[in-house]
Structures are given as C-alpha cells and as structure tokens.
C-alpha cells in the first residue's frame, strides 16, 4: 500500500468521531494528500464509504476502529450513524450504546 494511503488512515484514527466515522476529503486536504490513497484504503477494506452522503464530503467508516479504540466517557454519537447502518447493518452490535443520563455507555460499564 502507497505511503500516502498508510499517512493518511492514521489521520483518519486520529480524526473520526465516537462511531469510526470521518469526513476523508477534509483530511485529505488538512494533510496534503490524495484521493486516490482514499481509493486505495477503500480497495483494502481499511475504510467504507458510507451510502447517502455527498460523494464530494467522501465520508468513511473505518472498519477496524472500533477494535483499537475505548471509551470512557460519555460518547456522541455520529451525525452518519444512520448512513452507517444503512451501509454496514451488521455493525449495530459493535455500536457504543448511548445511555440517556450521559454516564458511560452501556457497553464499557465495569461490574
């Protein structure tokens, strides 16, 4: 994989919101790289693009993410969380759940 598409997806880590989701053509510009190392992460499976968003915008999941990262602390859910699971409907299981009196979220609470 390009060195550009590798530079870029930890851009992306360190960029995403709570649900692994960012918005790629804002990073690409922010870190002077190219669409096509976006294209190339998505040919990898790094990251998917998510359905019913602007094409221009390039909006992405990342799909390991939520295996590198934790929470806790109260998480705001994604503005794309829907387009998420319209794209990856499996996903909601994996999903931090959001507790309606902003304590942890329900998956990450010790015993």
């Given at each position: 994989?390009?060195?550009?598409?590798?530079?870029?997806?930890?851009?992306?880590?360190?960029?995403?919101?709570?649900?692994g989701i960012v918005v790629?053509?804002?990073?690409?510009?922010?870190a002077n790289l190219r669409?096509?190392?976006?294209?190339?992460?998505?040919?990898?499976?790094?990251?998917?693009?998510?359905?019913?968003?602007?094409?221009?915008?390039?909006?992405?999941?990342?799909?390991?993410?939520?295996?590198?990262?934790?929470?806790?602390?109260?998480?705001?859910?994604?503005?794309?969380?829907?387009?998420?699971?319209?794209?990856?409907?499996?996903?909601?299981?994996?999903?931090?759940?959001?507790?309606?009196?902003?304590?942890?979220?329900?998956?990450?609470?010790?015993?």
């Open positions: 994989m390009p060195a550009g598409a590798r530079a870029l997806y930890l851009h992306l880590m360190d960029e995403s919101d709570d649900d790629g053509a804002i990073i690409i510009r922010m669409n096509r190392d976006l294209d190339a992460l998505i040919d990898n499976g790094y990251v998917v693009p998510l359905v019913d968003t602007p094409e221009k915008e390039r909006v992405v999941y990342i799909t390991h993410w939520h295996d590198c990262n934790t929470y806790k602390h109260p998480i705001v859910p994604s503005k794309y969380r829907d387009n998420l699971l319209m794209t990856l409907p499996d996903i909601e299981n994996r999903l931090f759940k959001v507790k309606n009196d902003n304590s942890l979220p329900t998956d990450i609470e010790s015993s």
